[in-house]
């Protein structure tokens, strides 16, 4: 990728996030998959606030801490499982080919999982429905951030993630808002929730119109293999996602601050459900129920835009790891300062740092996988990366629901979650000196050989290749 040489900017000259902005709208095909993370994050959030309305509030349903476990894991561990593998394909066809193709099939899923909840079907097949519908989803996600080094300067990275991953989670929240609130239109019946699921086919029908317009090969992959090497890469998948993260610190430390939030998220998750449903209710502003959850997710939503502007102002100031560092120890401080009173201002509060936590972190994993992973083996990175989102969530959540109250007020768990960010503080550290004396310069190399790696074109669109020779510590190291 063509990076300019020489050091980089003092941080005082980093440009405002408006014009931050410009400059990155000016890259060819990056407005494209913006719009495409957009579309189909907010149609997500449709999905899953429809169908989690539907298991989780229904009157005739009831909904106890292990129930919720095992709708989670019956939703996300699967997907969790195949999507290393996956994410070899990701890394052998034409990335833009796959988002029109797993749009158009996300958006026939996702009708097919509103026909079974119309017919009035509930269990296996509502879950099987949800699985494949969200497989496909984060199959898409994965692809758009492998994509993403081939659209943007590599000096832009954090910027671009902050961007585009932030004002995706954003666009789910709306999505999820729109769910909430056709429900409160329509009603609460089974048919009211399916035709509020169809709704979700929106954004797959966008995500198509879009991705179809991008030039074919301007996503990458560099190189693509033979359908029989493909067939090996998918066989191996898991452990190629896993060497590649291996041999890049920055990306193993990043794993593990990803690891120690999810597994908190998780426990606080099942908490505030819980208290949502059984425990609260409602005071002045704040509600109580599904409508409470509403607000949370909006006090979330609020934490991602502020991660947004703040992230890229900080990793340039103190690094990625100095970020984390600073996020996990945020993280714990709010749990026991504003989680512990169980109060519904306090969770919202103490959800939208969470939100701000748990999207700077992200942000700081994403920029480490597209800087110190080559091209080559990026999508089974970040398809490996959702694994560890979604294993640790469902663990955290499984594991609380076997030590939650059923009205959620525990102290413990709260608690718990905070040690938990501590902890992840910890191994962070160690994954990060651990690497240091493994590489005493402090350089980082691909992980796997690219095409771009060992030639100096670039691509169609702007670069096809991030990696980066500087420590990923330096706050002068290109983390805006």
Known sequence: MPVAPGPTAPASRAPRPAGRLRELLTHPGFGKLLTVRLASQWGDGVFQAALGGLVLFSPEREADPVMVALGLATVLLPYSIVGPFAGALLDRWDRKRVLVVAGALRGVLTLLTALVVLAGFSGPPLYLGALATIGVSRFIQAGLSAALPHVVADEHLVGANSLVTTSGAVAAAIGAGCAIGLRGLLGPQDTDAAWTTMLAAVGSVLIVAVAATIARGSLGPDERREAAQALRAVASGLADGARAARDAPGVVAAFCAVAAHRLAFGVTTLVVLLLMRY?????????????????????????????????????????????????????????????????????????????????????????????????????????????????????????????????????????????LYLFGLVIHEWALRTGTQERPHGGTQPAAPSATAASTAPSASVSTSSTSQRADGEPGSDDR
Request: glycine fraction near 14%; proline fraction near 6%.
């Open 279 to 419: 425990a609260l209710a409602d005071v002045g502003p704040f509600k109580a129920g599904i409508a409470g959850l509403g607000e949370v997710v909006v006090a979330v939503a609020a934490g991602l835009g502020v991660a947004a502007v703040l992230t890229p102002w900080l990793t340039a100031r103190v690094g990625r790891p100095g970020t984390v560092r600073i996020m996990l120890v945020l993280a714990a401080a709010a749990l026991l300062g504003l989680g512990l009173p169980m109060t519904l201002p306090t969770i919202l509060a103490g959800s939208f740092v969470l939100g701000l936590v748990g999207q700077a972190i992200k942000l700081c994993s994403d920029a480490a996988v597209q800087r110190e992973v080559g091209d080559g083996v990026r999508g089974r990175v970040f398809s490996l990366s959702d694994t560890t989102f979604n294993v640790t969530y469902v663990a955290a959540v499984a594991g609380a629901a076997f030590l939650a109250p059923p009205d959620g007020r525990s102290p413990l768990l709260l608690a718990l979650a905070a040690g």
